[in-house]
């Protein structure tokens, strides 16, 4: 066991920002959190030791955090670099900060950054200055990386030896915690991926290397385990990210949208492919209280907060997620929607 949270919870004010949670990244481990941008602030925040957990701990190594994050490689999002230093020098100078055993020509190698080393960081491009700041993160040799939107705006070759880099960690025995807020990222790179907010932490259920056919033979059979005991039995939707099957309850589902043939599942503001075409879906979900409310587009009418009349014929429907999505609503559905709701 390396990095431990036990218990941990964090309230601001009388507002939960996330209840108790366990979770242990042990050695060989990478696994990625999926959360808003509170969240992953608060996290970073806790384990720089610029903020206190309402109640719990975090230990690294069987003791409790020390203040500075100390033992951990911490990347941040917005990490910066000396831009009159060139390449080498930046890594020469982080070599010599943490006495690093680590051969600054193997980092140069590990980040594909050789042929650049005599440039100055602040001539790199995003993506490479993305690099330049891991290798440097790699330099301290710690037990544990948490790394904070590791692949935001990064071109294609960068994400590429980002993945690299990570599954080399993995066999050096390091644990790697990812912070992100796009589910697509947490698939990608995580071996184990969870998503943290106000109702505590879940595991994303994924199917790894499976054709389509057998990933959703394993949905129709309901052989995937689920964590909790549901009160009712959940149809676990599945959608593609890259290589991976992510499995969606339905609840967590806010509307799905048809364009150009290809259906979408809108969650907390991300939109993931479906293999089900829209009147499939809307199948499947009617017993979970979605509604067809437009040719091209189901919603869950627990997620609608308000219904808008523009014209006469014109309406829309306001969702309670975070971007208050607006969802058309025909003026036959606008007569069913009555009806459901016992309006006249």
Known sequence: MVLQFTDAEKQHSDTVIFPRFNLAVNRSDIIAIHSNVNVRQQLMALLLGDSALSSGE???????????????????????????????????????LYHSPIPIQDVLQ??????????????????????????????????????EELDQNLDHESKRI???????????????LLLTGNMESAVTLGSRVYRLDHKGLQQVETVE????????????????????????R????????????VLFDPPEIDYIESSEGQSYLHINGEAFPSFFTLNELEERLLPF?????????????????????????????????????????SKTKMADLKGMLGLK
Do not use: M
Request: positive net charge; aromatic residues 8%; proline residues 3%.
């Open 110 to 147: 590990w980040a594909q950054l050789t042929d650049r080393r005599k440039v100055k960081a602040g001539k790199l491009s995003y993506s490479e200055k993305k690099r330049l700041q891991f290798a440097c993160v790699l330099l301290q040799n710690p037990d544990v990386f948490v790394l």
């Open 234 to 245: 959940f149809e676990k939707i599945p959608t593609k990210v890259n290589e991976k099957i």
């Open 209 to 232: 290397g499976e054709s389509e056919d057998e990933a959703l033979a394993l949905v129709e059979e309901n052989v995937l385990p689920t964590e909790e005991v549901q009160p009712i």
């Open 289 to 329: 209280g979605f509604f067809r409310c437009h040719r091209s587009y189901i919603v869950n009418l627990q997620k609608v907060r308000e219904v808008i009349t523009w014209t006469k014929n014109s309406y829309s429907l306001v969702l309670t997620d975070a971007d208050k999505a607006k969802i058309p609503l």
């Open 58 to 96: 975090i230990s690294l190594n069987e003791k409790v955090l020390r203040k500075n994050g100390s033992g951990l490689g911490l990347l941040f999002l917005e990490n910066g670099c000396y831009e009159r230093l060139n390449v080498e020098e930046t890594l020469r100078f982080y070599s010599n």
């Open 162 to 176: 980002f993945i690299s880099i990570l599954q080399n960690l993995q066999k050096q025995n390091k644990g790697v």
